[in-house]
Each structure stands twice: as structure tokens, then as C-alpha cells.
């Protein structure tokens, strides 16, 4: 953190936002890069999993008995492939969104030290979120070069959905970032989170099947799901389907998510910083 701490002081001058940001990320980064073994597991390999369970071994089966041609014309795993890209990025913005956030808050009191400085509370939230931007587009960007060789990706557009899954991620980390600002305890709300929120979204936004496989009065809860747009859009450009119309309505719902949570964000942090 010596980058956060040691120019803002020796000038004692604001800093312009996008500085401020670049610094917050600049800590992070030297964190990242002396530990970053430990997020291996939950940000590439984990949606691979999902892939090799689903897509190779049970799609199999259901290229097999010709059920999944019903839905769509490409075999299950270049089906199933893009949307994990969109899973992955929810997972993986859970889990930057949530202990990290808190245990810079409550354990490790980074945030009150980058405070000090003429770094601004809501400059330090814009810099987590933009941090968080980025560790979804390398882990995803990851995902995609192992997918390669499954013969899963198809076409160009699967770079394109890359984008469209980090939009999805960040729609879920921004709100949920400003949630982990308010907790005083343990987190152990978030394992709430995770057990009630994460996983019926992974199990039930059209990841696996599509949602039209659903019963009529649950459907609803599966359009509010940041993930079914995002499915929608990174399954969509990656098998070449992406109507403009739904385009534009699935990304401005995640571009809607993603500045409300921003917003709310920054005034979590200014409360909780300025105590």
C-alpha cells in the first residue's frame, strides 16, 4: 500500500478521480500478484468443472438422445460453454465483492488507511469496482483459452461475449459491494448470499437449460436475475444469435445495475469512512 500512501501526502494536494482509482488499483495489484495461486481454483477452474460435468459428460447424453437439438442446433457443450463464462463471472464477482471488501473494512483496515490519504471514500469504491473489473476480465479471458480446446468456442464471437460476461459480473458486484460496506459482523450474511442468491441464479438463469423448462410462476425470478441477461447476451454472441433488440434490453438492465450499485457503493463507503 506504500503506493496509496506516500505521494498523496507529499504533495497534500486532491487527486483527480482517475488517479485516485489507478492507485487504489495499483495496491491491489501488488497484493494480486504475490498471492494470486489462491484464486486459481475459484476463478478458472471451478467454471472449467462445470464444463467438463455438464457440457462433456452429461451433454453427451443429451446430444445423444437428440433432446438438446430440440432447443438448439449446436451440440450441448458449445451451448453450455458461454454461459459459464457469464457463471464465472458472477462467482467470481461474489467472491471479490464480499470478505475482501469486508476484511479491508473490519480485519485488515486498509480502507481506513487509503482514507488518510487525499484519496476520497468514493474514489476508493470506484477503485475496488474498477479492480474487480479487471479480475473478471483476466479470469474470464482464461476460461475462454482452455474452452478453445474442448472445440467449445465457436466462431469469433465468443471474444465478444467475453465483454458482455464482465458487464453481467460487474452488475452483480457493484450492489453487492456496497451490501459488504454495511455489514459489521463476521459476513455471515454472506453465506446467505451465496447459499440463496449465487446458486438458484446459477442453477435456474438459463445457464443449463432455458428457462421456458421452467414453471410459468417462477420464470419472473429468473428475468430479474443479472445472469439470465448475461446468459442471454454471452450465449448469444458466442453462437451468433444476438438479436439487436433483446441486446439492448438485457445490457441496458446490467448497465442500469451496475450504476445503481456504483452510486451506492460510493455512499456506503463516504458513511461507513467518515466516522
Known sequence: MTALLDPPRATGAALPGWRATLLVVEGLWTWYRRNWRATVISSVLQPLLFLVAFGVGFGTLLDRGGRAQQVIDVPYLVYLAPALLAVGAIQNAAFESTYPVLSAFKWQRNYWGVSATPIT?????????SWITLRLAGSGAAYLLVISLFGAARGPGIVA??????????????????????????????????????????LFSGTFFPISQLPEPVRPLAWISPLWHGTELTRGAALGVLELGPALGHT???????????LLARWRFRARLAR
Open 121 to 129: 471514500p468514493g474514489q476508493l469504491a470506484c477503485g475496488q469496482l
Open 161 to 202: 461475449a467475453l465483454p458482455l460476461a464482465v458487464l453481467c459480473g460487474m452488475a452483480f458486484s457493484a450492489p453487492v459491494v456496497a451490501f459488504a460496506a454495511t455489514v459489521e459482523n463476521d459476513g455471515a450474511a454472506f453465506n446467505a448470499l451465496f447459499r440463496f442468491v449465487v446458486m438458484p441464479m446459477t
Open 252 to 262: 441496458a438492465y446490467l448497465a442500469a445495475l451496475v450504476i445503481a450499485g456504483v
